[in-house]
Every structure is written in structure tokens, then in C-alpha cells.
């Protein structure tokens, strides 16, 4: 069964400091792994999806993660958090048979100015 | 723009008063999901249609049904609510079972 873990539940950061949020899946395959971002009340947004190919992925608002299927982690980094950046990030993998996502417990963001 | 859209954004409904949640997507995605997320919980995959056909999670309550009358609308029926039944419950598409996810607003559910 496939399973993911955030081991922070919650992090708090500087504006302007870097960030960098954990996770961890379990899958028996090559893993489909996405980073998701939710504002209070708000549907997920996807910020960066890993299938295949280039180990490190570019996504939107300056986020980027890094595939390592030698520690079966895949983590998010941001050079310089900005206070509109405070959401909760959920990390999901995706099987192969089909769309079935699932998530890790997700990770609160607090950003202090 | 293209996008998954959910009515009502937030609904209220008593103990056992069935209760029909909406959503809709102008994407023309083959595959439709619901998914329930209570407080502070991650997002839990409830069904998904891929074009006609229903797929149910196993643990699934049976109070939870969908209907997916055509490719733009799906709709989630949970025929007696219950207190637990308490969430948001966000809808998603895809183009194909293998592809990103794209995710409604959401409803939020309260049960008097």
C-alpha cells in the first residue's frame, strides 16, 4: 500500500528565510508525487508534480522539490519564503493503476515578518 | 477560464436530511473525483469516475453515493447525514486516471 509521511506538522519561518518542508513515501514502484498548497477554506493548488525524467522539479511560485529514491523522499525548498507563502503543503503520491491520490498529513506554514 | 466549480461553497443540512453536493468542470477531464477532508486531516479519496464508470474506495461508507450524469457534472448524495459526516469536501478532475488532479474550492458540510 502506498503511504506518505510529513514528519513536521507545523514550521514557522522569517520572511525572507529559506524553507524547506519534509516528505517521505512509501511506494512499491516508481512513485507519481506531487506537492499541493491549501489556504484556509481554499481547494488544493498543485505547485510541482515529479512523473519521470529530472530528478529536481521547478514548480510555480518559486518552489522546487527534489526526487531521491534512495531515501524515498521528495522535499519541498523555497530560497526566500514570502508572507503570502502561509498555507498548509500536503505532499501526495499517485499509483499507477490509477488517479488514486494519497496524501501525508500535511505541514502548516506560519511565515513571521 | 477552464476550472472545477462547486455548489454550494457551503452548506448546512440536519441529522439525517439527505443532502446533495454539487460539482461541475469546464476542463472536459475524463476522470471526476470526490474526496472528503475533516479538520485538520489530510484529503481522503471517497470515488472516482473514469468517463462512466464508478469506482469505490473500500472503505467508503454506504450513506456516501455519486452520480455523473454527464462529462461536465458530478454530483455526491449522502443520503442521512450523520454528525461525522462533518467536512469539506472537495472535488477534483483529471484528464486521464494517471494525470495531475485539479481541484475544486470546495463545500464545506455542516451537520445540525
Known amino acids: 500500500a502506498q503511504s506518505v509521511t510529513q514528519p513536521d506538522i507545523h514550521i514557522t519561518v522569517s520572511e525572507g528565510a529559506s524553507l524547506e518542508l519534509r516528505c517521505n513515501y512509501s511506494?512499491?514502484?516508481?512513485?507519481?508525487l506531487f506537492w499541493y498548497v491549501q489556504s484556509p477554506g481554499q481547494g488544493l493548488q498543485l505547485l510541482l508534480k515529479y512523473f519521470s525524467g529530472d530528478t529536481l522539479v521547478q514548480g510555480i511560485k518559486g518552489f522546487e522539490a527534489e526526487f531521491k529514491r534512495s531515501q524515498s523522499s521528495f522535499n519541498l525548498r523555497k530560497p526566500s519564503v514570502h508572507w503570502s507563502d502561509a498555507a498548509e503543503y500536503f505532499c501526495a503520491v499517485g499509483g499507477t493503476s490509477y488517479g488514486k491520490l494519497t496524501f501525508g498529513q500535511g505541514t502548516i506554514l506560519t511565515v513571521h515578518p | 477560464d477552464a476550472m472545477v466549480i462547486q455548489n454550494p461553497r457551503y452548506q448546512v443540512t440536519q441529522f439525517g436530511k439527505p443532502v446533495t453536493l454539487s460539482c461541475s468542470q469546464t476542463?472536459?477531464?475524463?476522470?471526476m473525483y470526490w474526496y472528503q477532508q475533516k479538520s485538520s486531516q489530510a484529503p481522503k479519496l471517497l470515488f472516482h469516475?473514469?468517463?462512466?464508470?464508478?469506482?469505490n474506495e473500500a472503505d467508503t461508507p454506504d450513506n456516501f453515493q455519486s452520480r455523473r450524469p454527464n462529462t461536465s457534472f458530478c454530483f455526491l448524495d449522502i443520503r442521512s447525514p450523520g454528525l461525522g459526516d462533518a467536512a469539506m469536501y472537495l472535488c477534483a478532475t483529471s484528464r486521464d486516471p494517471l494525470g495531475e488532479q485539479y481541484f475544486g474550492p470546495g463545500t464545506r458540510l455542516t451537520v445540525t
Open positions: 476542463l472536459n477531464h475524463n476522470v
Open positions: 469516475y473514469y468517463d462512466k464508470d464508478f469506482n
Open positions: 511506494y512499491g514502484a516508481t512513485p507519481y
